[in-house]
């Protein structure tokens, strides 16, 4: 068993940067993964990391404005966001899983955070 907890969201202007983090208990050798939730859409995927870090996914609508790390030691995985735009706001979620490498399927994820809203205002 694994507990998420999401922090670090907020409402920032078009242009502005934004540190997501996610917290874990337990077993840190997870793949782990970011997901939004935009109003009215579906959940989808912006970035994963495999569990030792090396690896990381993106999707192509935030490849070379979001960067995912983690630091192993504190059990953590952030969201750096940077040149955030309207159509970034939404609810962002951790997401963690067994499987290697990271899917991009929300539904191959075992454990979620609770979310944190994300508005970017234009």
């Known amino acids: 068993q694994v507990q998420l907890t999401e922090s670090g969201g907020g409402l920032v202007q078009a242009g502005d940067s934004l540190r997501l983090s996610c917290a874990a208990s337990?077993?840190?050798?997870?793949?782990m993964g970011w997901f939004r939730q935009a109003t009215g859409k579906e959940r989808e995927f912006v970035a994963a990391?495999?569990?030792?870090?090396?690896?990381?996914y993106y999707d192509d609508s935030v490849k070379g404005r979001f960067t995912i790390s983690r630091d192993l030691a504190k059990n953590t995985v952030y969201l750096q966001m940077n040149s955030l735009k309207a159509e970034d706001t939404a609810i962002y979620y951790c997401?963690?899983?067994?499987?290697?490498?990271?899917?991009?399927?929300?539904?191959?994820?075992?454990?979620w955070g609770q979310g944190t809203q994300v508005t970017v205002s234009s």
């Open positions: 990391i495999n569990w030792s870090g090396h690896s990381t």
């Open positions: 997401a963690a899983t067994v499987q290697a490498p990271p899917p991009r399927q929300d539904s191959h994820y075992e454990y």
């Open positions: 337990g077993r840190s050798s997870y793949s």
